[in-house]
């Protein structure tokens, strides 16, 4: 007959030995935490490094708690074996999403603090989890580049379905272009001229760091060299000249500096005469007859 007193011991002896490794991964991984905010200044970096130790440590705790319960004499492969397909049979979705964190991080695909679209969701990303990104949300009702409040959250397998949009990655620069039409009586040459002295006003302390950035992914990267100059480009329609402004932006700044733009540009076409803002307009010349009895209508 065996002995249930031993039996409940060795039960218990696993329980305690299980909440041990638990606080003891809790204490590491504040103790490692401590020495990052210490030696890492900066912020998306750390919060980085924070994350991966988190995961790590959590990874770690998980495989020694599991060899605790299924004793120490077992083998460690038939051991993760079994719960590889434990989890395997619970939710394959796991799995993938598993496998997207590791290309997440071992790609680089993105880090904290990078702003990403993915699928149909665009934001910062606040926190990558083993099975999880969360993003705080910009766009949808908000017109731009501007938080809407909501917190999203991804699950990691997305990486491999959808594409993956980093916007501050590897330069932290955007182009944007603004495109004003103007009359065919207007002076479109100096209104080209203002577009371009405005452009160059925002983007001109920009450009040496951008340019040196870019030069840095041409070294990398099989990329064309580009200007980061601010440019202008005409095209004729049939009602107006259309003039657009392409210039460079910090990726997390399109919106404020295009309103800053709109605002002076309008404010100097209207000091000009000679410069007029085109739009649509209909000119009704004159009505078809009308045909059958009008009294009928009545």
Known sequence: MPDITIDYFAIGLKIVLSIAVGVIGWLAYRAVTEIIKRRIKDQYYMHMLRTLTRNALFLASSVIILIIWLGASSN??????????????ASQEVIGSFAGYINIISSSIYRIGDRVHIGDVTGD????????????EIGEWVKADQYTGRIVTI???AVFSAPVYNYTQHWGYLWDE???PVTY????????EIMHE???KYSEALQADANAGLSKMIEHYPLQQTQVEPTIYLMMTDNWVEITLRYIVR???????KALLHRELLQ??????????????IEIVGFPPLQGNIKGLQ
């Open 125 to 136: 990303v606040m926190d990558i989890s083993i099975l999880r990104t969360t993003v705080m």
């Open 251 to 257: 990726a997390r700044e399109r919106r404020k500096v």
């Open 268 to 281: 100097h076409f209207e000091e000009i005469d000679n410069i007029t803002i085109a739009s649509t307009t």
């Open 185 to 192: 009586t207007s002076d479109w040459r100096r209104a080209s």
């Open 155 to 157: 699950a990691n397998r």
């Open 198 to 200: 405005h452009g160059q």
């Open 178 to 180: 603004i495109t004003l």
């Open 76 to 89: 460690i492969s038939i051991a993760m074996g079994i719960f590889g397909a434990g989890i395997a049979f």
